[in-house]
């Protein structure tokens, strides 16, 4: 297990789970300088417990049933990694929203929402780095 450098942890990362490529497209227009955003499909592509912890907080598509499981991926972060990075989730149904609350995960957004609320995101969790 490598630990991970001052400066990586000090890097401004987030992470996005979607496969909306035109939902991307506007997320990373709205990417405030010096922040990075690492899209994926499957948590564990990141690596393990210490390299998905260096990110700052997480976006999460929950119509995105076809690509990956939300609730599975929360139980992933809360229970097998035991991480409490924050996670939004954005879009899905009122059922999918109450599975992802039982599962543990922060807030809840309109899909039409989380563009114009990522630049807030980034501020408020923009302590320290570059």
């Given at each position: 297990?490598?630990t991970?450098?001052v400066?990586?942890?000090l890097?401004?990362?987030?992470?996005?789970?979607?496969r909306?490529?035109?939902l991307?497209?506007?997320?990373?227009?709205?990417?405030?300088?010096?922040?990075?955003?690492?899209?994926?499909?499957?948590?564990a592509?990141?690596?393990?417990?210490?390299?998905?912890?260096?990110?700052?907080?997480?976006?999460?598509d929950?119509?995105?049933?076809?690509?990956?499981?939300?609730?599975d991926?929360?139980r992933e972060?809360?229970?097998?990694?035991?991480l409490?990075?924050?996670?939004?989730?954005?879009?899905g149904?009122?059922a999918?929203?109450?599975?992802?609350?039982?599962?543990r995960?922060?807030?809840?957004?309109?899909?039409?929402?989380?563009?114009?609320?990522?630049?807030?995101?980034?501020?408020?969790?923009?302590?320290?780095?570059?």
């Amino acid at each position: 297990m490598s630990t991970p450098t001052v400066a990586s942890r000090l890097r401004r990362r987030c992470i996005l789970m979607t496969r909306d490529a035109d939902l991307e497209r506007a997320l990373r227009a709205r990417l405030p300088q010096g922040w990075e955003m690492n899209s994926t499909a499957d948590l564990a592509a990141l690596g393990g417990f210490e390299e998905i912890l260096q990110h700052r907080f997480l976006l999460l598509d929950l119509d995105e049933a076809a690509a990956f499981d939300p609730v599975d991926v929360l139980r992933e972060l809360r229970v097998e990694l035991m991480l409490n990075v924050p996670v939004f989730c954005f879009g899905g149904t009122a059922a999918a929203r109450d599975a992802a609350r039982l599962a543990r995960a922060d807030r809840f957004l309109d899909r039409t929402e989380i563009v114009d609320r990522l630049t807030a995101f980034c501020e408020q969790y923009g302590w320290g780095g570059r």
